[in-house]
């Protein structure tokens, strides 16, 4: 934004109307490639504008450097290579001779538009769109300047593994080849049944399976899915902001299991993810991707529905959602404990106790869940389950009720 604004020094009125633009909507998909931006920009006219925003990008010996400063910098490195990009790097850069950001001679926007203005408003609103794009994903400045994420991160890795004396060669292209080799699995497993069981050849100092990777800890946090490069074909049916949303909720799920997490809910039925991805919407954590009233709209369910199958999820996971969506007949005896828990005087019907506004229905593992009737004359979840304090009876039949209750008290 600094380059921006000292590039339009001569004409600073360009720039709120540019926030208007990118504020409004106007400015289409953004397209990151090496050393350019490019957006479409619907102006007064019934064609968008095309808008590219050229910046400098470094020669190979520029990069070399600059990857020298990343790698002379141990937490910078391993940040980097666990797909983070710490503050730090771009001052690494500095150091080097090189900034990561572009000052206000290295942007060169163009516009089809027939304003004179350097910026125009157009490709000011394809700037400020661009600094929330590398907000969203920093990495975008390396490809800006001329390498992929995978580029950069693949230089890193050559040089943790090259030993001192590869260094002061600097046979990056040789190394690089190397340190993409990895170990072969059946040399790996060979080294470590020797060093297990302490045949011969088992190594001394375990020099032999020095060699093996070592397995990296779980990052803190879900990575971010990186920025679509362009848009999808015509007629792929594919939202670019619902893809994003699916990739960040696998990446969630990823990092839950890498952390020893079990419950990968890979097994889940369509109905009870959609359940589980919704009910990650609700609440202080609720990610910002897509919210509720989207993810109904692309399921074609009311979003009030979706809703209560959310806190049914938070409530008690598939079992809660059971109770949400299903009746069954677990006997009088296990529902004489429902009616007492609302004191004694509550209807019961199958296995749903009644009193007022005020219900509680028993799940077939044996917890009683709470609900409230809510201002629809429908029934909202209203927190996790108890367990019941009886034996619960066998089951006489069931019966789907989907989002309705027709409880009549």
Request: proline residues 9%.
């Amino acid at each position: 934004m600094n380059a921006l604004e000292g590039r339009a020094s001569l004409d600073p009125n360009r720039l709120p109307r540019g926030r208007t633009y990118a504020r409004g909507g106007a400015v289409g998909e953004l397209q990151l490639a090496p050393g350019q931006v490019t957006a479409p920009v619907q102006g007064s006219r019934r064609t968008p504008y095309r808008v590219t925003v050229r910046v400098r990008t470094f020669d190979d010996a520029g990069w070399e450097a600059v990857l020298d400063a990343f790698a002379s910098a141990i937490g910078h490195t391993a940040a980097l290579l666990d797909g983070e990009l710490p503050p730090g790097v771009a001052a690494d850069a500095a150091d080097a001779g090189f900034d990561l950001l572009p000052g206000p001679g290295e942007i060169q926007p163009r516009c089809t538009c027939p304003d004179w203005a350097d910026p125009c408003k157009h490709a000011a609103a394809v700037c400020y769109l661009v600094a929330d794009a590398l907000d969203a994903d920093p990495f975008g400045i390396f490809l800006l300047r001329g390498r992929t994420r995978a580029e950069v991160l693949a230089g890193l890795r050559a040089r943790r593994a090259r030993p001192a004396t590869d260094q002061a060669n600097g046979d990056d292209a040789a190394l690089a080849s190397a340190a993409d080799r990895g170990v072969p699995a059946a040399d790996a497993w060979r080294g470590s049944l020797r060093a297990i069981s302490g045949g011969a050849g088992a190594p001394s100092e375990a020099s032999e399976l020095a060699a093996l990777p070592l397995v990296p800890l779980p990052p803190i946090r879900p990575g971010r899915p990186p920025m679509l490069i362009g848009q999808p074909p015509a007629g792929a049916a594919v939202d670019p902001a619902g893809l994003r949303a699916v990739a960040a909720d696998a990446a969630a799920r990823a990092l839950h299991l890498a952390g020893g997490g079990t419950d990968h809910g890979l097994d889940l039925t369509p109905d009870a993810d959609l359940a589980r991805r919704a009910a990650a919407l609700v609440g202080p954590t609720a990610g910002e991707s897509v919210d509720l009233a989207t993810l109904a709209a692309r399921a074609n369910l009311p979003p009030r529905q979706l809703l209560r199958r959310a806190l049914a999820w938070q409530a008690g996971g598939v079992a809660a959602l059971d109770v949400l969506e299903t009746q069954w007949d677990p006997g009088a005896r296990a529902m004489a404990e429902g009616r007492g828990l609302l004191g004694g005087k509550a209807s019961v019907r199958r296995n749903r106790a009644t009193a007022g506004d005020r219900q509680v229905r028993l799940s077939r593992d044996g917890c009683w869940y709470p609900y409230r009737r809510a201002s629809d004359g429908g029934w909202d979840p209203d927190g996790p389950g108890v367990p019941a304090a009886g034996e619960v009876g066998a089951e006489d039949g069931s019966a789907s009720d989907g989002e309705e209750d027709l409880d009549v008290d």
